[in-house]
């Protein structure tokens, strides 16, 4: 299994990639992240602490060119022949190494977009966390949301669904776009339907089909689904555009959700039972919390390496 953190694949890291220096664990991540996304959007993360030198080396190993020879007939029929030989032997004797699983954690601060192995798409929240094989080779292509909140575009593909498992559920699709939120601190997950048709399964539920414009709740505690109802999908993945929005939500919930937005850690130091509400977009931590604390009894002291909330 291969875990990927995004605070972990840095300037120095890709340096020792490209002289042939890391550790085998470490080739593996670096190569795991570059099969993320086309190179040109690797380049935009931590372009200035690798020197230039380094980049061309990285882009060479990226995007490898063949190199001209110039063979006269004798010899190419001869290669020829002995490729063909050789390929032979492989194609009989070979063995193809299992797919890595993939554990990919969303760095802190805003939405990460990943592309699968199937050119679909995910956009994650901050702190969210997902498993992924490295290729798709059975008859579906499995995801697993671990935590936090997430926003699918999948390829259409009739011959190959595509599984997404979380809380012990499952939601099968062909090609369609979503929104998946399954935070730590909540009871209840959420599956938003922008495009398409999926289906919603839990062990100890009957299967739920969701149309667009659909959301349905599952209860993660009770392993039950709840009733499917109609809500403003631009509401549910204003948070793709950066903007933080609470509805009366539970305080456990919003700390979660400030936490893998600004990297922050809290001490709680009263109970958490005042849900809150507000929109946040471009504000910083001290105004979102300054602004939590006019609305609240909460009060926040910065105690160092956390932030204590108490009343």
């Given at each position: 299994?291969?875990v990927?953190n995004m605070?972990d ?32 959007a690797?380049?935009?993360v ?11 080396a990285?882009q ?8 001209k ?6 010899v ?10 050789a ?12 797919p ?21 798409k995910?956009?994650l ?41 979380s809380?012990n ?5 062909l090609?369609t ?8 601190s909540?009871t ?10 999926i289906?919603?399964k839990?062990k100890n ?8 414009g659909?959301?349905?709740f599952?209860?993660k505690?009770?392993q ?18 950066g903007l ?10 919003v ?9 922050l ?8 039972n005042?849900p809150?509400?507000?929109?946040f ?6 105004q ?10 909460y009060r ?7 932030i204590?909330?108490?009343?």
């Amino acid at each position: 299994m291969v875990v990927i953190n995004m605070e972990d694949i840095n300037g120095e890291l890709l340096e020792r990639y490209a002289q042939a220096k890391c550790t085998p664990l470490e080739r593996m991540q670096v190569e795991a992240w570059l099969e993320l996304e086309d190179f040109p959007a690797f380049l935009a993360v931590e372009q200035e602490q690798v020197k230039p030198e380094i980049l061309s080396a990285l882009q060479e190993k990226m995007q490898p060119r063949p190199k001209k020879f110039r063979l006269t007939w004798r010899v190419y029929s001869s290669i020829a022949a002995a490729t063909v030989l050789a390929l032979g032997f492989l194609l009989l004797n070979r063995t193809q190494p299992p797919p890595q699983n993939i554990v990919f954690n969303a760095p802190y601060g805003q939405p990460t977009l990943i592309t699968l192995p199937d050119s679909s798409k995910i956009e994650l929240q901050p702190g969210s966390r997902i498993a992924y094989p490295s290729k798709f080779t059975g008859k579906t292509r499995p995801v697993t949301l671990l935590s936090g909140e997430v926003f699918f575009v999948v390829k259409h593909d009739a011959s190959k669904p595509f599984l997404v498992k979380s809380a012990n559920s499952e939601i099968k699709v062909l090609g369609t776009r979503f929104n998946v939120r399954n935070l730590k601190s909540a009871t209840l997950m959420e599956v938003t339907l922008t495009q398409g048709k999926i289906s919603f399964k839990a062990k100890n539920s009957p299967e739920t089909i969701l149309l667009p414009g659909e959301r349905l709740f599952f209860n993660k505690t009770q392993q039950r689904t709840g009733e499917v109802t109609k809500v403003d999908t631009n509401a549910v993945t204003a948070w793709k555009s950066g903007l933080i929005k609470f509805s009366d939500t539970p305080m456990p919930q919003v700390l979660e959700t400030l936490e893998n937005r600004y990297g922050l850690r809290f001490k709680v130091s009263c109970t958490l039972n005042d849900p809150i509400s507000g929109k946040f977009e471009k504000q910083s931590v001290s105004q979102v919390l300054q602004l939590i604390q006019r609305a609240s009894d909460y009060r926040f002291r910065n105690a160092g390496k956390y932030i204590e909330i108490y009343k």
